[in-house]
């Protein structure tokens, strides 16, 4: 022993005594004895006596081993624990056996037996003799039995790709060496076990003492994770000064962090709990991340994928004539471009009037008159209504047996388009204010993480690269759309038969409010995935919501121009939406009053959007529908039985609420956890549901669909067919703990960069693009047809 320990144990005794290692007056008798490892102590303790066990530890820059100290109590009921110190020369480790550990509401669990590996602060010496002492006392006048075993762990630096099993429990944490080696920056530390719980914490620790090694202490410092099968964490070398750092494994107390039960609430404060068996079997894998060539290969084959649809659509669209009264080619669209700058500053209405600018000198006063006024970005659909007749035509022409397009495409022009436009309108405001404090949040994340606001520094890049293709897409179906926006607008200036009095009305609006939404939903998903979790979920359901609706809305556009809803009705019902699905994940789990209430909700809205669409948007809501509701039925269904006037459109609504009203009872009695993803699967029913009846329709009208939308629906189905299938995969999600999620991780499949969920990314976005194609040319066939011959349904 050196001679600057005597006086430190004799400091030692002393200092026991006064704090109350003996009665007063009395003295503790201090034993020291040269200790060797991987030998068990058996001794007794008492306050009379303590002891200072010695070790000498040689330690070698080029060779790292761990020193461990195991500890088991014999006696039972103790009164006073056993205190055991451990003193290195940079570091003091002290702990109590029996180890009280306590979990949510301050539970306590005794533990017997502790192990705890003792911290190695890296020596610059080639050899180094190292002295350590373990100091063992108690204040129980009894004494108390105890083993004490230090041994080495040879195998206390992990290696780069190769598997290293262990045990763990919530008194014997493990931890473990790693070294960057040369030419890797960045590593992956993936943990397995085969066991779902108990639930434990993986910690990455930077190489300093102490280590924080227990439950209550390890998420102090550096980054952890809780897990039950999976984990892992990406660790870079710049982030490490020493180039090493901790790998710690802690069990938990309790399983609550990682989705387990809550055990039961101890009768007394001071109760002690058996914790029973925690220990925990665990693999350790270190293996390095994949490189920037991985990256430029991942970012190249998604910039690949989706500019190769650009290609596609410029050699269709050179080839095939977006309409028959269509002369130019398509480079002539190209050479357009200026005026699609101009039009992306001033607005679809502004650019109309800047390509018919030219043609209107010519016109009266009155003409110019009134084009100034449809230049006004207040006018909106109230502020004309040509129908001469305002309220008995209406009423005569809507409640016609068998319409045509023509009776439901009666307003001017000029209004529709300002009343369609604000569709756009709307919803890029929209954009803007959801997108802003979205990406606040982001950047918000990202500094608390220590990272720069590049997106590339975040672990699941990945995920949100594969979200560029809701972008690419969403723009190139603007592009497409406003082609054909200019194409329809030069045959309207050259007063063209067939674009004045045939076809389907064209109405541009609500194609752009699409093409919007899908470039929003790429954003917003992107954001989402950069840490998917309970407070931002809304961000990547938001506008899966406003798709789905605003298609329902184009399609019964088509053939009922005159009385779609406004701009305003519709965004107000989908913010109703929206909201509701807020509530639902908050307050909705195993809430019986908000499933009635929904449900209520859902059956009152489906019968009164059944009754709109049934009259053609005559049937007033005041004080006395429910006696005009009880009056038809006596009427038609007890008086005199007749048949509804109408039979397909009743169809169609008996068959939307037999869906609806069996979701909705679903919902009550299942309660399902994913309420987002059952709104969702509501509204995807409904749309799918009116899309089936509509080309139903179409071919009993005798209509015909062209081979590009044909096509289109046909590789729409088969992508969304498999869409769908790496959707259902069960990969992580934010309804579960984060333990319980990660328990679904898998390896990317596709590069070594993409997983299954980014080929859901991939392929909806193609599904969504190829769905709005769809709705864009699915009556081609009728453009050369004239209005009064197209029926409506």
């Not at 306590?102 to 911290?119: A, D, S």
């Not at 009993?700 to 299938?725: D, N």
Request: glycine letters at 6%; charged letters at 15%; one cysteine or more.
């Amino acid at each position: 022993m050196p001679p600057y320990e005597t006086p430190m144990l004799m400091l030692l005794a002393r200092l026991v005594n006064m704090c109350g290692g003996g009665a007063v007056g009395e003295t503790t008798n201090v034993v020291q004895k040269d200790a060797e490892f991987d030998v068990t102590y058996n001794d007794t303790v008492t306050s009379e006596n303590q002891t200072i066990y010695a070790f000498n530890h040689t330690i070698s820059r080029n060779k790292t081993e761990g020193v461990r100290v195991t500890v088991d109590v014999l006696s039972q009921n103790l009164k006073s624990p056993i205190l055991f110190v451990v003193r290195q020369q940079q570091a003091v480790l002290s702990f109590q056996v029996p180890l009280i550990l306590r979990g949510l509401y301050q539970r306590k669990y005794p533990y017997n037996h502790v192990g705890r590996t003792l911290c190695q602060p890296p020596t610059r010496a080639i050899s180094e003799t190292q002295h350590f002492f373990i100091d063992v006392s108690t204040l129980s006048s009894q004494g108390t039995n105890y083993q004490l075993r230090v041994s080495r762990v040879e195998s206390f630096t992990l290696q780069t790709d190769k598997k290293f099993s262990f045990t763990a429990s919530p008194s014997q944490p493990q931890y473990f060496k790693y070294v960057f080696p040369d030419g890797v920056d960045t590593v992956i530390v993936k943990v397995n076990s085969a066991m779902n719980f108990p639930c434990s914490v993986m910690s990455i620790q930077d190489i300093q003492c102490p280590v924080y090694d227990l439950d209550n202490n390890v998420a102090f410092i550096g980054m952890y994770q809780t897990m039950t099968k999976k984990g892992a964490i990406t660790v870079q070398r710049k982030d490490f000064p020493s180039n090493s750092f901790y790998v710690v494994v802690v069990v938990k107390t309790e399983d609550e962090a990682c989705g387990g039960p809550l055990r039961f609430y101890p009768l007394r404060p001071d109760e002690l709990i058996d914790a029973g068996n925690r220990s925990k079997v665990v693999d350790v894998v270190v293996s390095p991340a994949i490189n920037s060539e991985v990256y430029v290969m991942g970012m190249l084959f998604c910039l690949g994928i989706f500019l190769s649809f650009y290609l596609l659509t410029l050699m269709v669209a050179c080839k095939t004539p977006a309409s028959p009264y269509e002369y130019g080619s398509f480079g002539e669209f190209l050479m357009s471009f200026g005026f699609a700058r101009a039009f992306l500053l001033i607005g679809f209405s502004q650019l109309t009037a800047l390509l018919c600018s030219g043609q209107r000198q010519h016109r009266s006063l009155d003409s110019v008159g009134r084009s100034r006024q449809e230049s006004l970005s207040s006018v909106e659909e109230d502020d004309y209504d040509t129908l001469d007749d305002i309220n008995s035509d209406k009423n005569i022409v809507r409640t016609k047996k068998f319409l045509c397009v023509s009776d439901l495409a009666r307003k001017d022009k000029r209004v529709l388009s300002k009343k369609y436009q604000i569709y756009f309108w709307n919803i890029a405001t929209i954009a803007v204010f959801y997108a802003l404090p979205v990406v606040q949040l982001v950047i918000t994340y990202q500094t608390l993480w220590g990272l720069n606001l590049l997106l590339v520094s975040c672990s699941a890049f990945n995920n949100i690269l594969s979200n560029l293709g809701y972008v690419m897409l969403g723009l190139l179906f603007l592009l497409i759309v406003l082609k054909r926006d200019i194409v329809h607008n030069r045959a309207m200036v050259r007063n063209e038969l067939n674009a004045l009095e045939c076809g389907i009305p064209k109405h541009f609006g609500l194609f752009y409010a699409m093409g919007t939404a899908l470039m929003m939903e790429g954003l917003l998903s992107a954001c989402y995935h950069v840490c998917p979790n309970y407070t931002n979920f809304q961000f990547d359901t938001s506008f899966m919501y406003m798709i789905a609706g605003l298609c329902m809305l184009k399609l019964y556009q088509k053939r009922h121009p005159d009385i779609n809803a406004s701009a305003y009705t519709a965004y107000a019902c989908l913010a109703a939406v929206i909201f509701f699905s807020v509530l639902g994940v908050v307050f909705g789990k195993d809430n019986t009053v908000f499933w009635i209430v929904f449900s209520v909700i859902h059956i009152l809205a489906t019968l009164l959007l059944s009754t709109q669409l049934y009259y053609m948007g005559r049937w007033r809501l005041d004080a006395g529908v429910l006696r005009r509701m009880v009056y038809i039925v006596y009427t038609d269904c007890i008086r005199q039985c007749s048949g509804p006037m109408y039979i397909d459109r009743m169809v169609l609504l008996v068959m939307g609420n037999i869906v609806n009203w069996s979701l909705a009872a679903y919902g009550l009695i299942e309660r399902p956890n994913d309420f987002a993803s059952y709104l969702l699967a509501i509204a995807i029913c409904n749309l799918l549901l009116y899309f089936a009846f509509y080309i139903i329709m179409k071919l009993r009208s005798g209509e015909k669909i062209k081979c590009l939308p044909l096509v289109c629906i046909l590789f729409t189905a088969v992508v969304w067919g498999f869409a769908l299938y790496f959707f259902f995969q069960g990969l992580s999600t934010w309804q579960k703990t984060p333990a319980e999620s990660r328990e679904h991780n898998r390896d990317c499949i596709l590069l070594s960069f993409f997983d299954d969920h980014d080929i859901w990314h991939f392929l909806s976005s193609i599904a969504m693009f190829g769905s709005f194609l769809v709705l864009l040319t699915m009556d081609d066939d009728l453009d050369t047809v004239q209005r009064d011959k197209i029926y409506v349904f």
